[in-house]
């Protein structure tokens, strides 16, 4: 394959199609991200870290986890979220036993902040509702694939998504699966791909 921006091997090939069709969605997001934090003065990590904070367990909202979630250095999320407690956004809470470990909380103005910033993408979120049903869940079902190979490659971090979670159990018949801690069954295209029951599938 020669490289997907080539006009030439797009018409060739579907796949190089997807690839740019994903890489310009990504252009799309990252323009939005931006626009909303030129207006409330923040950058794009702390406005991940706000949004991450709000939506998830506190025992995730640590430096450690962040910087795995975000695929960041410590010392660039420590800088990130030192801002945020200088803006009254965040607050730290130590560990016992640990001075060198911390919770993050949202400030009351934090909360409201991360939750404006949350809507950044709503915009693609409105124009999907345009698209039938059957060729969204479709869609999605390949884009859970492709998140699943992209994180065993080693290019993101352990994704909290049903394919990877040991209570994830596939049908024989492959089209819907159950989850063995929400007791629940589902169609294949309606996993999970940020789950709060996520637990790591070893082996």
């Not at 870290?49 to 695929?71: M, S, T, W």
């Not at 010392?75 to 945020?84: E, G, Q, R, Y």
């Not at 902040?113 to 060729?135: C, H, R, T, V």
Request: net charge neutral; glycine share 6%; charged share 25%.
């Amino acid at each position: 394959m020669g490289s997907i921006f080539d006009p030439e091997q797009q018409r060739k090939e579907i796949d190089a199609l997807i690839t740019v069709g994903i890489t310009r969605l990504a252009d799309a997001c990252r323009v939005m991200v931006w626009d909303f934090c030129k207006d409330f003065k923040i950058s794009p990590i702390q406005a991940q870290i706000l949004i991450f904070c709000r939506y998830h367990p506190k025992d995730q909202c640590k430096v450690g986890y962040l910087a795995k979630e975000f695929n960041l250095s410590k010392p660039t999320i420590s800088d990130a979220v030192k801002t945020l407690v200088e803006k009254k956004l965040v607050e730290r809470e130590q560990q016992a036993g640990d001075f060198r470990s911390y919770s993050i909380f949202l400030t009351e103005s934090g909360r409201q902040l991360a939750e404006k910033a949350g809507n950044y993408p709503s915009k693609i979120a409105q124009m999907l509702q345009s698209i039938p049903l059957e060729d969204k869940m479709g869609g999605y079902f390949s884009l859970v694939r492709l998140l699943k190979e992209i994180q065993d490659i080693g290019i993101l971090p352990q994704q909290r998504m049903c394919l990877s979670c040991k209570h994830f159990k596939p049908n024989p018949e492959g089209s819907v699966f159950y989850c063995t801690t929400l007791h629940l069954t589902a169609q294949m295209s309606e996993q999970r791909i940020d789950c709060a029951h996520f637990e790591e599938k070893l082996g």
